[in-house]
Each structure stands twice: as C-alpha cells, then as structure tokens.
T-cell receptor, first 111, second 111 residues
Framework: DVKVTQSSRYLVKRTGEKVFLECVQD?????MFWYRQDPGLGLRLIYF???????EKGDIPEGYSVSREKKERFSLILESASTNQTSMYLC??????????FGDGTRLSIL | QKEVEQNSGPLSVPEGAIASLNCTYS??????FFWYRQYSGKSPELIMF????GDKEDGRFTAQLNKASQYVSLLIRDSQPSDSATYLC???????????FGTGTQLKVEL
C-alpha cells in the first residue's frame, strides 16, 4: 500500500510564527502536492513538486513556500502564520498517470 | 466554468437504496477519472477509477463514464449508513499530469 505520512494530525500555532508541515512518502513517486481544504471550498492546490528541488505554484501559493530536498520528503512552510491560514492541510503523492494518494491531514489552528 | 463540477448536495437516500452521484467535466481531452470518498475530518480515499467508456463494477460500487457527454457517475448499490461521506470526483485535465478535483457531493444514507 502507498503510504503518505504527515508529521502532525493537529497543530496549534500563534500568529506570526513560522510553521513547518512535513510530509513523507514511502514510494518512489516524483510528484507530491500540498492542498488546503476548507468547508464549501473543496481542495485547493497550494504547491506541487515534480522532482527533487523542483517546485511549482498551485492556485493559492500566497503566504506559503515549500521545500523538496529529498524525493521522499515535501515540506510546506507558512512564513508568518495568519489566522486565515487555519485549515486542514493535505499532502498527496502521485505516480505518473496514477491517482493521488493522501496523507491523514494536519488540522492547523492559528490563534 | 469549473473543470470538474459536482452538485454539493446533500444527497439523502434511504438505507438499501441506490445512491447516484454525478460529475461533469469540461476538458474533452481528459482520459482518466477517479472517485474518492472522504469521511468527515478524514482525508480523501481512492475508491474507484475508470478510463474507458461504459461501466466498471467493484463490489457495491459502479463507475460510469460517457465521454461524449463528458459525464462520470458513481452508483452505490444497497447503500449503508457507513457510506455517508463526501464523494470527490477527479480527472486529469490540461493534457498533462494535473489531477483536478470537484468540490464533492455529500451523501447521507438514512436508516
């Protein structure tokens, strides 16, 4: 089974903090993705990566950055957390022409 | 026009009935389609995929694809309360490897 592991299920941070969300895959897939999901808005793509050290902006990259130093790890960074970044964050991986598989998600609250 | 569209619901069906979930897509070049199930507070889980016109059955689930009408559906036979969830339709769009998700249909199976 494909395994995508997100480091935290729940996280509470304060406004202005720098926040790191970690995602690790156990498959050798090139493609990894970060989404946020909010009620009524569906999945919104923040950033994705097709290879090590490669990143592409998704639909809502503002306020976020990513890091992909190793193939198995894709990190999402909130440079200066704000309350409007309170959300469920989902990491996914994907093989070529294959469906995406998601981690369990991180419910992030910014106070 | 959104690339992948679903009625948000909720769709309510009685236990034991057939639930029919629908999805339309705008990219005529899309070839691969996926259905994910998402329980409240959980991450999406892949349950079906379909690449060819017609029906594909897996247990109580049947995916249907009509490329001429740009229409994908998911039928759930003998619906159970445990089927109550949000169902996300997804398709590869833009001629590449980008998976686009609909906003999901909430299904409620009532006793």
């Amino acid at each position: 089974d494909v395994k995508v592991t997100q480091s935290s299920r729940y996280l509470v941070k304060r406004t202005g903090e720098k926040v790191f969300l970690e995602c690790v895959q156990d498959m050798d897939h090139e493609n990894m993705f970060w989404y946020r999901q909010d009620p009524g808005l569906g999945l919104r793509l923040i950033y994705f990566s097709y290879d090590v050290k490669m990143k592409e902006k998704g639909d809502i990259p503002e306020g976020y950055s990513v890091s992909r130093e190793k193939k198995e790890r894709f990190s999402l960074i909130l440079e200066s957390a704000s309350t409007n970044q309170t959300s469920m964050y989902l990491c996914a991986n994907q093989g070529v022409n294959q469906p995406q598989h998601f981690g369990d998600g991180t419910r992030l609250s910014i106070l | 026009q959104k690339e992948v569209e679903q009625n948000s619901g909720p769709l309510s069906v009685p236990e034991g009935a057939i639930a029919s979930l629908n999805c339309t897509y705008s990219d005529r070049g899309s070839q691969s389609f996926f259905w994910y199930r998402q329980y409240s507070g959980k991450s999406p889980e892949l349950i079906m995929f379909i690449y060819s016109n017609g029906d594909k059955e897996d247990g109580r689930f049947t995916a249907q694809l009509n490329k001429a009408s740009q229409y994908v559906s998911l039928l759930i036979r003998d619906s159970q309360p445990s089927d109550s969830a949000t169902y996300l339709c997804a398709a590869f769009t833009g001629g590449g490897n980008k998976l686009t998700f609909g906003t999901g249909t909430q299904l409620k199976v009532e006793l």
